[in-house]
């Protein structure tokens, strides 16, 4: 492993940040997407959800506020996360309206059942046969699956202002720092902007994600409005 260490001189010092941002950028997003993304809210979560439908620790109750009596009262994770169930569930359910507005579609989408097979079947095969997993044939059961947590939101949709235009935040570096006397340190020494973005996510890459989130956006933006 080898380390890099600033200069102090005026020309030298911006061709070494820009290589130098290059790499500290890709790795400071794969740092991001892999652990505050998806360790810290896709993998997290898993465990509760499988631990929460095998402990069966709410039950429907119309009397209670979220629409649920825990069956431990003193549990401050539960009853905080109740609250954030219930500013997530309303979209959620919106949103899922748009698409399924009968049990009949959602028994009926292929893709759908064969995702949840997938995920039951492969994904936890060791608990496929228990008694608790949804069995994603009617609109609850869609609706609660796909509520999870309110910290996705937060480390994921708040990039997009910033990180949606890819070369602020690269997901890809495709060379090392350049060794002085080779032709690649040379290059950074005459054309350090050129060397930057030779390092960083090719131009059809970016193009081809920053058009992907736009659709996205827009389509979302579309059903939203139509729902």
Not at 92 to 98: G, R
Request: hydrophobic content about 35%.
């Amino acid at each position: 492993m080898q380390s890099y260490l600033p200069c102090y001189t005026p020309e030298p010092l911006r061709k070494y940040r820009e290589e130098e941002l290059a790499n500290a950028i890709v790795n400071d997003f794969g740092g991001h997407k892999l652990i505050s993304h998806w360790l810290n809210t896709h993998l997290v979560i898993e465990p509760f959800v499988i631990a929460t439908n095998r402990q069966g620790i709410a039950v429907p109750d119309p009397s209670q506020p979220h629409g649920l009596r825990l069956l431990i009262e003193d549990y401050p994770y539960v009853v905080d996360g109740l609250e954030i169930w219930s500013a997530i569930k309303p979209w959620v359910h919106e949103y899922c309206s748009f698409y399924y507005p009968k049990d009949d579609l959602i028994r009926g989408d292929a893709e759908l059942q064969s995702w949840w097979d997938e995920l039951r079947d492969v994904g936890h095969g060791d608990k496929k046969d228990e008694p608790w997993w949804p069995k994603m044939q009617t609109f609850v059961e869609l609706t609660e699956t796909c509520i999870a947590s309110a910290l996705h939101a937060a480390v994921n949709f708040g990039q997009y202002p910033y990180g949606g235009y890819l070369p602020n935040r690269p997901t890809i570096s495709r060379s090392f720092m350049p060794e002085r006397g080779t032709s690649e340190y040379a290059e950074l020494e005459s054309i350090p902007d050129g060397a930057f973005l030779k390092t960083i996510t090719s131009q059809f890459q970016s193009l081809l994600n920053i058009s992907f989130k736009a659709f996205s956006r827009r389509a979302l933006s579309r059903a939203k409005r139509h729902s």
